[in-house]
C-alpha cells in the first residue's frame, strides 16, 4: 500500500525545534525509531537549515540523516531505499524537482512512496508532492507551477495566511483553469494516506486548511495537536 504524506504550509523544524507538526509525521512511520532523512535541496543542501535539522531531530526517536545532492552525491537512491521517513525542506520548489530528476530521487521519492514510507514537508517540502503547486520559484511574483511529482492529485498552495499575495493568486489561478486542490495556512499540516485525505493537524489556534475550487474555498477544521 502507498504510505503517507503530510504536506505542511508552513513551520516546522525551522520555525521551532520541538515543533508538534514533526513529531505527528513521526508518529505516521510504525518504525520503533525511523530512519529519518532530510533533503535539503529546495534550499541548496543550506548549512543552516541542515544543522537546525539535525539539532531538532537528535533530541526525537529516531535516526537522523541527510541526502546532499550538491556537490558530489553519495549514492543517493540507494539512501533513500533505507529510510522510513523523507522530509524535504521549504525553498525553491522548481530547482528542487529539476535536480532530483537529473539524479534520479524523483523516481526513488516514489519509489519510497509505494513501499509505504512517510513523505512530507514545508512548503516547496509540501508542494513537490502535487501534480501543481502555487510557488515563488520563479520570481518574487506567485505563479502556477504544473510540474510536480503528481504522488497527490490536483493542486497545494502553503503559507495561505502567511503571505499576502497567496490566497488572491491561488483562487485566480483556479477560476481560470488551475487545477482544484488543497490550500494550508502557516501551523498547519494536511496528512494523506495513499491519496486520500485523512486529517488537518494544526498547532496555532485559528489556523486552518481548505479545500479550493473554482469559486468556492471550504474551510477545513484541523484537530489542534
Same mark, same amino acid.
Given at each position: 500500500m502507498p504510505g503517507h504524506i503530510v504536506a505542511m504550509g508552513g513551520g516546522g523544524f525551522m520555525a521551532d525545534r520541538a515543533s508538534p507538526l514533526d513529531g505527528y509525521m513521526l508518529s505516521l512511520s510504525p518504525a520503533r525509531r525511523p530512519h529519518v532523512c532530510f533533503v535539503p535541496t529546495p534550499v541548496g543542501d543550506s548549512d543552516r537549515a541542515i544543522a537546525a535539522f539535525f539539532e531538532a531531530f537528535t533530541a526525537r526517536e529516531c535516526e537522523p540523516s541527510c541526502?546532499?545532492?550538491?556537490?558530489?552525491?553519495?549514492?543517493?537512491?540507494?539512501?533513500?531505499?533505507?529510510?522510513?521517513?523523507?522530509?524535504?525542506?521549504?525553498?525553491? *520548489?522548481a530547482n528542487a524537482l529539476a535536480v532530483w530528476r537529473l539524479h534520479g530521487v524523483d523516481v526513488a521519492l516514489r519509489d519510497a512512496w509505494e513501499r509505504g514510507a512517510v513523505l512530507g514537508g514545508v512548503s516547496a517540502g509540501a508542494n513537490c508532492w502535487f501534480e501543481c503547486s502555487v510557488t515563488d520559484s520563479f520570481s518574487a511574483s506567485l505563479h502556477g507551477l504544473r510540474d510536480g511529482l503528481g504522488l497527490l492529485p490536483g493542486s497545494f498552495c502553503p503559507h495561505y495566511d502567511g503571505?499576502?499575495? =497567496?490566497?488572491?493568486?491561488?483562487? =485566480?489561478?483556479?477560476?481560470?483553469?488551475?487545477?482544484?486542490?488543497?490550500?494550508?495556512?502557516?501551523?498547519?499540516?494536511?496528512?494523506?494516506?495513499? *491519496?486520500?485525505?485523512?486529517?488537518?493537524?494544526?498547532?496555532?489556534?485559528?489556523?486552518?486548511?481548505?479545500?479550493?475550487?473554482?469559486?468556492?474555498?471550504?474551510?477545513?477544521?484541523? =484537530?489542534?495537536?
Open positions: 541526502l546532499r545532492l550538491f556537490g558530489i552525491p553519495s549514492d543517493p537512491v540507494a539512501h533513500l531505499e533505507k529510510q522510513d521517513v523523507i522530509y524535504v525542506s521549504g525553498g525553491n *520548489t503571505e499576502a499575495q =497567496r490566497r488572491p493568486v491561488y483562487t =485566480r489561478l483556479v477560476s481560470e483553469g488551475f487545477p482544484a486542490g488543497y490550500a494550508a495556512d502557516d501551523g498547519v499540516a494536511l496528512h494523506f494516506a495513499g *491519496t486520500e485525505l485523512r486529517e488537518v493537524v494544526a498547532v496555532a489556534e485559528g489556523a486552518r486548511a481548505y479545500r479550493v475550487e473554482p469559486g468556492v474555498e471550504t474551510p477545513i477544521e484541523p =484537530r489542534r495537536l
